[in-house]
């Protein structure tokens, strides 16, 4: 239970059940009047002063008799009997409102909620581009490195397939622009043999590079 009271620094904001007043109000269910308070029990502070309540009115907030808070209040003179019945008969217009709030925090929550995760999509969505942007580059790096080698190049993934090649390696082995890409490195492996030449594989993260450096 929450409890809203006058500011002060040694006041509890919630209670369990069946603790203090406020506690044993919300298992009895019944409206809990204490009279006569012993001196420094509570004092009532406004801009101006503060002074000693005399009288304490608790009253349960019910709903379908489930009990969703309760009411303390604290007078310097004791309720009257109209006063009393007066504030019984606003504690069903209290729980309404106190539903109709819940309510509305929940809904909003509902809405809140798909909005924080498109955020976080999205936020993903643009961490993904970004890395995607940065590994794009690395290859386009990678790519100039090996056009510009002289010697003929060929980087294969862990399973054989051809990744990237320069212009040297399709020169000498017969092939267009970009005919060895997604290739299987197979096709070419065996006449380099056959040839003569080495062949030695590189690990270097994911892929093997296979460089070919007599050609």
């Known amino acids: 239970l929450l409890a809203g009271s006058y500011p002060s620094q040694t006041t509890p904001t919630h209670f369990g059940i069946g603790e203090s007043?406020?506690?044993?109000?919300?298992?009895?269910?019944?409206?809990?009047?204490?009279?006569?308070?012993?001196?420094?029990?509570?004092?009532?502070?406004?801009?101006l002063g503060h002074a000693q309540p005399n009288h304490i009115m608790l009253f349960p907030i019910l709903n379908n008799q489930t009990v969703i808070g309760v009411l303390e209040l604290s007078t310097f003179d004791e309720f009257t009997p109209l006063?009393?019945?007066?504030?019984?008969?606003?504690?069903?217009?209290?729980s309404r409102e106190m539903e109709l709030l819940k309510h509305n925090v929940e809904?909003?929550?509902?809405?809140?909620?798909?909005?924080?995760?498109?955020?976080?999509l999205s936020q993903q969505a643009f961490e993904m581009k970004v890395q995607q942007e940065k590994i794009e580059k690395t290859q386009d790096w990678f790519r100039s490195i090996i056009e510009a080698s002289p010697d003929s190049i060929i980087v294969v993934d862990v399973f054989g397939v051809i990744l990237l090649c320069n212009a040297r390696t399709e020169e000498v082995f017969g092939y267009g622009k970009d005919e060895l890409i997604k290739a299987n490195f197979k096709i070419i492996s065996f006449t380099m043999l056959a040839d003569g030449y080495p062949v030695k594989n590189i690990e270097g993260g994911k892929l093997d590079a296979a460089f070919i450096s007599r050609l």
């Open 21 to 47: 007043l406020v506690g044993q109000c919300l298992i009895e269910k019944q409206p809990i009047r204490l009279s006569h308070l012993p001196s420094h029990y509570l004092k009532i502070e406004s801009g």
């Open 83 to 94: 006063e009393s019945n007066y504030l019984i008969d606003l504690l069903p217009i209290i």
């Open 107 to 120: 809904t909003q929550t509902l809405h809140i909620e798909p909005q924080l995760q498109a955020e976080k």
